[in-house]
């Protein structure tokens, strides 16, 4: 305890230069806990643009059905009968039936293609989580009807109100045309479909396509996103050939494997800052260690070994260290806490550099405790192995030369 108190009281000695080193070290575990929140937050964001608003946490479709571009056939789809209704209500959590298809929507002399989704209107909401949908007006979600992506209502110049032409081939391949209006603007924090999507009841979808009654996707959520594995077999087995199941983990891998490159990239920075950080510790302990030769000759002459001589060093260093990792987890917990409930909104960012990317236009950060702990740690070990080099070097003082000083 001696050493404690009195390692102490050397920390105010020189309280401007210390006061820099600790902020070191606030600086390099806020950096560390804000990165890896932000990190985790990044994947979250992926895998919630896709399971929120694509595919749930696992869909089926008709065999070797194109998984990128804005090709969405229809001549196959999947066919539900009484019994797959039966016992998709008694094995998953939700279920729902989407038909994607790509139609061209026209408003007088402009038309576009558009990312089609016929959706029921009832039963899309058990599935696809709509707390971050922006709709315009609030009531449009009231009542079936057609629902066009903010991207696609600015290109058209319509909005709610408007009418507009849905032209697309049908399901048995005749082209089909329908006059409809639009009941609302949508936005639903995913590029992809903000950009060329528009929401199609199911009702007006078999007036167009002529669906029978079928879909392109049987869009399934269950109580454990990640034991999707043992489902996926399952519901193989109950369709059977010519329709293929596909999983959450299957849709974002690649944009998952891409985090992990941006992860080991955050790593190495955070390391870099606390490399600096600690050579921070280093060069204040020996500044103080050479300022004081002669009291460490006096100490050394008094009785005090050349142990306690390196124990006071280093617990200089180490104080430095939890005060440093003390602040610097307060800071980057508050703030990983917060925008874990209340995420970053990026739309707008988003609309102007014309994203297409599906993720979601929410910056969430993951908040784990135990990346405040390693933080925590990581900032006192280290600054007390900064302080072990000027340390040695005072242990290691003769007391005669020092008091000669």
């Known amino acids: ?215 392109s996707h049987v869009v399934m959520m269950i109580d454990d996103r990640d034991a999707t594995a043992a489902t996926k077999a399952a519901i193989g087995d109950r369709f059977g050939d010519g329709v293929d199941i596909v999983t959450w983990q299957e849709e974002t891998k690649e944009l998952l494997d891409l985090q992990e490159i941006r992860q080991r990239a955050l790593n190495f920075l955070v390391l870099a800052l606390l490399a600096m950080s600690g050579a921070g510790i280093a060069n204040t302990v020996l500044m103080a260690a050479y300022e004081r030769v002669g009291e460490i000759g006096t100490l050394r002459a008094m009785g005090m070994t050349q142990r306690d001589v390196l124990g006071l060093f280093l617990i200089e260093g180490g104080l430095v260290g939890v005060l440093g990792s003390v602040l610097g987890v307060v800071l980057g917990a508050s703030m990983v806490g917060y925008w874990s409930v209340n995420p970053i909104d990026l739309s707008g960012q988003m609309d102007q550099i014309g994203n297409n990317i599906p993720v979601s236009t929410f910056l969430w950060t993951v908040f784990e405790p135990s990346v405040l702990v390693r933080g925590f740690f990581f900032g006192v070990i280290m600054a007390t192995l900064a302080s072990v080099y000027p340390a040695r070097v005072a242990s290691n003082m003769s007391p005669a030369d020092a008091v000669r000083a």
Do not use: C
């Open 1 to 215: 305890m001696y050493l404690f108190r009195l390692a102490f009281k050397n920390l105010w000695r020189s309280p401007g230069r210390n006061a820099l080193t600790t902020i070191a070290v606030v600086a390099g575990v806020w950096m560390l806990i804000l990165g890896q929140g932000f990190i985790g937050g990044f994947k979250e964001n992926i895998i919630r643009a896709q399971v929120d608003t694509v595919s749930g946490h696992l869909f089926a479709v008709p065999s070797d059905y194109p998984t990128t571009g804005l090709s969405h056939p229809i001549d196959e789809l999947v066919e539900v009968d009484a019994d797959d209704v039966a016992w998709l209500d008694a094995n998953t959590r939700a279920w729902t039936k989407r038909t994607l298809f790509t139609p061209r929507v026209i408003s007088g002399a402009d038309g576009i293609r558009a990312r089609g989704i016929v959706i029921d209107w009832d039963k899309d909401p058990t599935v696809f989580d709509r707390r971050t949908w922006n709709v315009s007006p609030e009531d449009a979600l009231d009542e079936p009807g057609v629902l066009l992506s903010k991207g696609v209502a600015r290109l058209l110049e319509v909005g709610p109100g408007d009418a507009v032409t849905l032209e697309a081939r049908t399901h048995s391949g005749q082209i089909n045309a329908l006059r409809v209006q639009v009941r609302g603007v949508v936005s639903v924090a995913n590029p992809m479909i903000d950009n060329l999507g528009i929401f199609v009841d199911r009702e007006l979808g078999e007036d167009l396509l002529r669906l029978g009654g079928k879909a």
